[in-house]
Nanobody, 122 residues
Framework: QVQLVESGGGLVQAGGSLRLSCAASGRTFSYNAMGWFRQAPGKEREFVAAISRIGGITSYADSVKGRFTISRDNAKNTWSLQMNSLKPEDTANYFC???????????????WGQGTQVTVSS
């Protein structure tokens, strides 16, 4: 199994930045896709960004392109989401996830962290 733990959430003003990190342990060789999703109250969980362990191929939701950057350190089994120019609409609980392929559907990811709250004030 794989265990994921997120960190780095917090409260920031619009236009500010935060960096989220995800640390994986266990069978870390069992996944190729490392992703980030977010869920706001009353909303469905949505894809934010993902990166492949092999090749480092990235994918971003249109709403965060140019503002968020995903990266990974395979040797440390960690990945991060650098969030710049944050907007109030970015407010959500952010989850890191791991799966077999880089896709946007939450159900395709087998492993999930507990979530870390990001709140952006206007």
């Amino acid at each position: 199994q794989v265990q994921l733990v997120e960190s780095g959430g917090g409260l920031v003003q619009a236009g500010g930045s935060l960096r989220l990190s995800c640390a994986a342990s266990g069978r870390t060789f069992s996944y190729n896709a490392m992703g980030w999703f977010r869920q706001a109250p009353g909303k469905e969980r949505e894809f934010v960004a993902a990166i492949s362990r092999i090749g480092g191929i990235t994918s971003y939701a249109d709403s965060v392109k140019g503002r968020f950057t995903i990266s990974r350190d395979n040797a440390k089994n960690t990945w991060s989401l650098q969030m710049n120019s944050l907007k109030p609409e970015d407010t959500a609980n952010y989850f890191c996830a791991a799966g077999s392929v880089v896709v946007v559907t939450p159900g395709r990811y087998a492993y999930w962290g507990q979530g870390t709250q990001v709140t952006v004030s206007s």
